[in-house]
């Protein structure tokens, strides 16, 4: 058995931990079960608590610039208070829940670009460690997968997808960040909008589906942002013509019309806009032809994080920033 994270912070000799997560991609909502393997070092400890916390790379925006930031999504308690022998090992299955907002990492087993992962922290004798971290990947929803397949089929094209921390007012939303799924028009459409914004919030009871169009300026008007919100229940996915539902969403999204009421905006508890900016975050690597239907076929080829261990760098102290917070 290979360990991958020795707890440092309990000195020389410690023990070690190793956290194994089920193979395929978790759900929005969904169970996420596993094992946290231990094994003891040079001496006899208590583990007091072991918690999984479920993290995420985000974009915030600062007083210059955007920067990447670390954020707890979860915290779970999975175990503790039991005796580690010295040089034993011992193992701890787990099932959590993990939040109906998870965002979506892949779509037919291609990277989207969000980087989740899952971090283990043991307590022992009042020392806490943050020991193995696993990437985590999350597919969609049935419904959120329909409506992304009914943008390919439309003619809209993937282009890159991220977390933006913050909040959509007038949503139900729950998490400190927000996915933003970005979608390139048709040429049908290319003359009036620049691209489309799609960010799912899921909840037990259905989709939240806010759409946001950046419109192009026109001879007599000035681009601008068009943003409403839809909803749709998660049973009716395998009876919705999607194609026409999410048609008929784009014609009042792009038309600017004020059916569905003010339109939410974007923005942290003082009422900032936070926006992504083009190209941001990596987006799917070398996509085959044929192998994804619908809106994944549009994805450009890009780098794709490599290493969970690369995309995190540095995340000990930003985690705590926001627990703090939160």
């Not at 208590?46 to 007083?63: C, F, K, M």
């Amino acid at each position: 058995m290979v360990f991958k994270k020795l707890l440092g912070a309990l000195g020389v000799g410690g023990p070690s931990v190793d956290t194994v997560l089920q193979p395929g991609p978790a759900l929005p909502g969904g169970l996420l079960s596993g094992e946290v393997r231990l094994r003891g070092g040079g001496s006899d400890v208590t583990v007091d608590r072991i918690s999984l916390l479920l993290v995420a790379r985000v974009e915030r925006e600062g007083q210059e610039e955007e920067d990447e930031a670390t954020v707890v999504l979860e915290r779970f308690t999975v175990g503790g208070g039991f005796r580690l022998a010295e040089e034993a090992d011992h193992t701890v299955p787990f099932t959590v829940t993990l939040p109906w907002e998870t965002p979506i990492t892949e779509l037919h087993g291609q990277h989207l670009g969000p980087v989740l992962g899952i971090r283990t922290e043991l307590e022992i004798a009042g020392a806490r460690d943050k020991g193995d971290l696993d990437a985590l990947a999350v597919g969609p929803l049935p419904a959120q997968e329909a409506i992304l397949e009914a943008f390919g089929q439309l003619g809209y094209a993937f282009r890159s997808a991220d977390l933006e921390l913050g909040h959509i007012r007038g949503t139900g939303q729950q998490l400190p960040c927000y996915q933003e799924i970005e979608i390139l028009p048709p040429a049908g459409h290319a003359h009036t909008v620049n691209e489309i914004e799609v960010t799912f919030i899921a909840a037990p009871g259905g989709l939240e589906i806010v759409i946001e169009a950046d419109k192009r300026a026109g001879l007599f008007s000035e681009g601008h942002d068009t943003v409403h919100r839809f909803t749709a229940s998660h049973h009716a996915a395998p009876q919705t013509d999607w194609n026409a539902q999410v048609d008929a969403w784009l014609k009042e999204v792009i038309a600017g019309h004020e059916s569905h009421g003010a339109p939410p905006s974007y923005g942290d508890e003082h009422g900032a806009r936070h926006r992504s900016g083009p190209g941001t975050g990596a987006v799917v690597a070398g996509v085959a032809a044929g192998v994804a239907v619908g809106v994944v076929g549009g994805m450009v080829a890009a780098e794709v994080v490599d290493e969970i261990g690369d995309a995190f760098e540095g995340e000990e102290d930003e985690e705590d920033e926001g627990e703090d917070e939160g």
